[in-house]
C-alpha cells in the first residue's frame, strides 16, 4: 500500500498555471498505475487524469485534456500534475491514488482520500 500526500494547491487567477504534486511513499512505487481526481464544491468526485504504470500515454478527462499533463518520476516516487490555462470551473480540492485502468476505465483504489490540495481559479 501507498501512503499519498498532495501539494502544490493555491489561488490563481484565470489563464495562470499550477504544478501540483502526490509524494508517495512505499514499496514499489513504479508498479502502480496512477490517477488524479478533483471534488468541486457541492460536487461528486471526479476523474481528472490517470496513467498505467507501464506507460506512457496518459488518460484524461476531456474537461481537462489539451490543459492538464501528468506525469510521474519514479526515482522520487513523485506524481505531478501541470495545469495550464485555468478556468474558475477547475476550481476543486485535487486528489492522486493508485488507479485500477481496466478496458479505458479508471477505479480509484484510495480509501482513506485525506484533505487533499485546494484549487482555487479567481475570474
Known amino acids: 500500500q501507498l501512503q499519498l500526500a498532495e501539494s502544490g494547491g493555491g489561488l490563481v487567477q484565470a489563464g495562470g498555471s499550477l504544478r501540483l504534486s502526490c509524494t508517495a511513499s512505499?514499496?514499489?512505487?513504479?508498479?502502480?498505475?496512477m490517477g488524479w481526481f478533483r471534488q468541486a464544491p457541492g460536487n461528486a468526485r471526479e476523474f481528472v487524469a490517470a496513467?498505467?504504470?507501464?506507460?506512457?500515454?496518459?488518460k484524461y478527462a476531456d474537461s481537462v485534456k489539451g490543459r492538464f499533463i501528468m506525469s510521474r518520476d519514479n526515482s522520487k516516487n513523485m506524481v505531478y500534475l501541470q495545469m495550464n490555462s485555468l478556468k474558475p470551473e477547475d476550481t476543486a480540492v485535487y486528489y492522486c491514488?493508485?488507479?485500477?485502468?481496466?478496458?479505458?476505465?479508471?477505479?480509484?483504489?484510495?480509501?482513506?482520500w485525506g484533505q487533499g490540495t485546494p484549487v482555487t481559479v479567481s475570474s
Open positions: 491514488a493508485v488507479v485500477n485502468l481496466v478496458a479505458g476505465n479508471v477505479m480509484p483504489l484510495r480509501r482513506d
Open positions: 512505499g514499496r514499489a512505487f513504479s508498479r502502480y498505475s
Open positions: 496513467q498505467h504504470f507501464s506507460g506512457p500515454d496518459v
